[in-house]
């Protein structure tokens, strides 16, 4: 892949961080695979847990900077709520795309479609 090294490692870091941080026993899975549409290839980066989830509502926040479902003095969880907002302007900002899907306590899928030779479409 011919990319931004600095954004792709933040990108899958932090996917990966919150798959660790919000799974307390279960699964997680980072799958790559390309696909070439009208002659670019698309690398698409899954990841996967099975942790506590996100219930539609929550979804549509999600990617809001310092937005965090659980904001109670006494959370549960440490962060900023900033790793996905910079996620999602990464991946745009490389020509890509990043889409969730989740059901509370099921777990979340995080879908990150970058091109193969960023050159290609910025
Ligand atoms: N894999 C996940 N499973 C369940 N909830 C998630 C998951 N990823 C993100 N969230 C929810 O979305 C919120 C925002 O995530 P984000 O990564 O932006 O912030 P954070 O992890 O709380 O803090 P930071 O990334 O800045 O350390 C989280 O606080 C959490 O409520
Ligand atoms: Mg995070």
């Known amino acids: 892949m011919y990319s931004d090294r600095d954004k792709l490692h933040l990108i899958l870091f932090s996917?990966?961080?919150?798959?660790?941080?919000?799974?307390?026993?279960?699964?997680?899975?980072?799958?790559?695979?390309?696909?070439s549409v009208n002659n670019v290839?698309?690398?698409?980066?899954?990841?996967?847990?099975?942790?506590?989830?996100?219930?539609?509502?929550?979804?549509?926040?999600?990617?809001?900077?310092?937005?965090?479902?659980?904001?109670?003095?006494?959370r549960q969880y440490e962060g900023a709520g900033l790793g996905l907002a910079l996620v999602q302007s990464y991946c745009e900002a490389m020509g890509g795309h990043i889409s969730v899907e989740s059901k509370?306590?099921?777990g979340s899928t995080f879908i990150v479609q970058l091109s193969r030779d960023i050159l290609q479409i910025i």
């Open 15 to 35: 996917l990966l961080s919150n798959a660790g941080k919000f799974t307390h026993e279960g699964y997680i899975t980072l799958d790559a695979a390309q696909t």
């Open 41 to 74: 290839v698309w690398v698409t980066f899954t990841v996967t847990d099975t942790g506590i989830g996100m219930s539609a509502e929550e979804l549509k926040h999600v990617f809001q900077p310092f937005r965090q479902l659980d904001d109670s003095s006494t």
């Open 104 to 106: 509370p306590r099921k």
